[in-house]
């Protein structure tokens, strides 16, 4: 079995609106099992357009994606759901949990939709990730009743549910304090370390970068350190 869970292939990707624009310019790497990995670059380098077309979100681009072993380009929109939902965990900037939804049921929602446990093993299963992130205390509350940082710590958790081979995040920090950005950092090295969870995080913030795994640096499209 190979150890690389995601591998991208010569990604091109054109905006034509307003004008003709390559913001992804030949793009090629691979990421290994347990992997943590951060994205850096200037803004509008290209870092969301990337994480839109590995998150499989995106289909308009050329060259070749491939998640678990699996060819995703040019799998239908049918597949490409199963896929996102089975396979990849995610965490945005805003923590876009359902404000009138209690804690756990959030964190279950990604679960009872791919419906591979019966209801029961969800919500044990989703105790056990809130647990691990440090917030199972707050289960039953309404996710609007949260601090900022634990609201992002139960997106971990909810992005954490199906077992993703990876957790890809854009700026999930970005919206944070120094102390709660920390936190954020701490549980992902956790989960890499302990779990073997691979993570893809496009990152500003330097000390996360430089004290996560691996560096990728884009510059106008182009990765320019891997
Ligand atoms: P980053 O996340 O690194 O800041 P983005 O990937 O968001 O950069 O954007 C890269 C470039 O693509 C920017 O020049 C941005 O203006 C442009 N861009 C992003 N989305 C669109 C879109 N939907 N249509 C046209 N141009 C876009
Ligand atoms: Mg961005």
């Known amino acids: 079995m190979s150890n690389v869970i995601l591998e991208c292939r010569n990604l091109i990707k054109s905006f034509y609106d307003p004008l003709e624009l390559t913001v992804l310019k ?25 994480l839109y077309v590995l998150s499989t979100m995106d289909t308009d681009y050329s060259g070749e994606l491939l998640i678990d072993n699996e060819m995703v380009t ?19 900037q805003f923590h876009y949990l359902i404000n009138e939804f209690s804690v756990l049921q959030n964190v279950m929602l990604p679960a009872l939709k791919l419906g591979r446990f019966t209801t ?3 919500e044990s299963r989703a105790m056990e990730k809130l ?19 634990e609201k992002q710590r139960v997106a971990i958790a909810r992005a954490m549910i199906n077992d ?10 970005g919206n944070l304090d120094s102390r709660n950005a920390q936190m954020v950092f701490d549980i992902f090295k956790e989960l890499a370390e302990s779990y073997r969870q691979t993570l893809l995080i496009v990152t500003h913030n330097q ?20």
């Open 120 to 122: 029961k093993e969800i």
């Open 131 to 149: 647990k691990r992130v440090g917030v199972g205390h707050l289960a039953g509350k309404n996710a609007n009743l949260l601090s900022g940082g």
């Open 26 to 50: 030949d793009i090629s790497f691979s990421v290994n099992k347990g992997e943590f990995i951060s994205i850096v670059g200037r803004s509008g380098c290209g870092k969301s357009t990337l």
């Open 164 to 173: 993703p081979a990876i957790i890809m995040g854009d700026e999930p920090t």
């Open 74 to 92: 040019h799998q239908s929109e049918q597949q490409l759901a199963r896929i996102r939902n089975a396979k990849i965990g995610f965490v945005f």
């Open 207 to 226: 000390a996360f970068a430089e004290n996560s795994g691996r560096i990728i640096e884009m510059d106008d499209g182009k990765i320019v350190a891997k």
